[in-house]
């Protein structure tokens, strides 16, 4: 177990201390970033290569808009289900072995979408990726607890979560090309690929922290310092526990307790409305280009870089604003509530695009939209600092669990007022009406950001 350096003698240094406490910090803590935000950005084209498709894909198989919005849905269903086991998962087998187990599963389900030529098919495998994906974000979050401190956390968070934009935004004309020359069912041969290879490079990789060959004693300290969970039980192998799990086990009325307080009951609904905006790019957006705005392909392809562009940036800031405020001593009342509050009200201007005519503007209003829900992007944060110990994974499961059930309700109403209406412009009302609910959770639902503690 590790210990704080300490002097021989009471009050005086040695200079094999002084020496010690002068040694340079390693940072493998940004390796170990650098994989979970690949891995989200695989993640995110993974679940969201459908959405590209969808023009195509329709035509073929003959899917209305209806029935795209519950395909686009049942992906939720699944996923929103198997938060909770997910996070039971992680908190017995840690890390690395759950995030390889749900990669390489979720990397399968995708490459077996191509092969489908039914809607049964389809709707099964999009059932399969939801629970494969389902441990990602819990896992996320226990990585950033274990190897960041708190005042890091929120840039962390940022860092991995910018993923989900930045694989969008660059890789979105290449897909698009790529679904030009060889077919819709080219994409999910190529993304689940690149998930199957990358899973294997996590499991080469990743280790905690008191096992990474690159990390320092300088670096642990500093991390242990912060909060970071360095005393996680080395592996967390099969027959014990993870990282700060609790040693009395997990009881399921342990859920209804959690949600009782204020904090996560806010949050959740915060997310919530936020996961809504996003959903609505992640899915109907090319739709809405293809249909409403009647853009061409490599149009769609072009302009659908802005607004992840944009929300990437809107990731980093909101993360980078937070760690700021927090640094020059605001509480985490304000430091992390914030950029969220700011960033939701934002989001919500989406329904200006109903009330213009240029496609240029359009995409200009799109993209602030966006740029706004990247920066209210920090629930995660959140989960780390309020979850009570030894509950993480399952405090991340429930806040999963309910942050997206965005993804079931926003595809599905999206997809029946299309289908009634043959216009998105009741969609958009909806997109914005959502996020002005998840500001006014976080301002009077969630009350102070502090460490839970459950008493019995």
Known sequence: MHRPIQSTHAGVATPKDLAASTVRRSNARYKILTLLALGTMINYLDRTVLGIAAPQLTKELGINAA????????????????????????????????????MTFWSLCTLAQGLVHGIGALFAFRLGLGVSEAPCFPTNS????????????AMATGT????????????????????????????????????????GIWWIFYREPRDHPAANQAELDYIEAGGGLTNA??????????????????????????????QLAGICLGQFAGNSTLVFFLTWFPTYLATERHMAWLKIGFFAIMPFIAASIGVMLGGIFSDWLLRRGKSPNVARKLPIIAGLLLASTIVLANYVESNVVVIAILSVAFFAQGMAALGWTLVSDIAPEGLLGVTGGIFNFAANLAGIVTPLVVGFIVAASGSFVGALVFIGAIALVGALSYIFVVGDIKRIVLVD
């Open 233 to 262: 039980k080395k592996n967390a192998d099969a027959q014990g526990t993870a990282a700060g799990a609790s040693t009395s086990g997990f009881e399921w009325r342990t859920i209804g307790r959690l949600l009782k307080h204020r």
């Open 142 to 153: 226990r990585v950033v607890a274990t190897w960041f401190p708190q005042s890091e956390r």
């Open 67 to 102: 029935l795209m919005g519950l395909l686009f849905s049942v992906f939720s269903w699944s996923y929103v289900a198997s938060q909770i086991p997910g996070g039971l998962f992680l908190d017995r087998f840690g890390s690395k072995l759950t995030y390889f187990l749900s």
């Open 160 to 199: 991995y979560t910018v993923g989900e934009y930045i694989g969008l935004a660059f890789f979105s004309p290449f897909l698009f090309m790529l679904m030009g020359a060889f077919g819709w069912r080219s994409l999910f041969y190529v993304v689940g690929g690149i998930g199957l290879v990358f899973g």
